[in-house]
């Protein structure tokens, strides 16, 4: 039997679940990530490179792709 994932959103999400934001999940030392509008598409990463991402964003370094 699979276990369930346990995801988590973004208390910025709001209480509405019809809002589309992105889901993360811990598994097995892997990090799952789904936008809650298409749930069945599950990306997985590790933790060293989603902290890698997340600390390139905070310091602009994709700012180039917002217009």
């Known amino acids: ?5 346990s995801w ?3 208390s910025f999400s709001g209480p509405d679940n019809n ?5 993360l999940a811990l598994v097995d030392g892997e990090v799952k990530l789904r936008e ?5 598409l ?3 990463t590790s933790v060293a490179k ?7 964003v905070k ?4 700012d180039h792709f917002i217009a």
């Open 8 to 10: 988590q959103k973004s």
């Open 50 to 56: 989603l902290r890698a991402f997340t600390l390139g």
């Open 1 to 5: 039997m699979t276990e369930a994932i």
């Open 36 to 40: 809650s509008d298409d749930p069945d």
């Open 59 to 62: 310091a602009g370094e994709f």
């Open 19 to 23: 809002q589309s934001c992105i889901e």
């Open 42 to 44: 599950i990306v997985t």
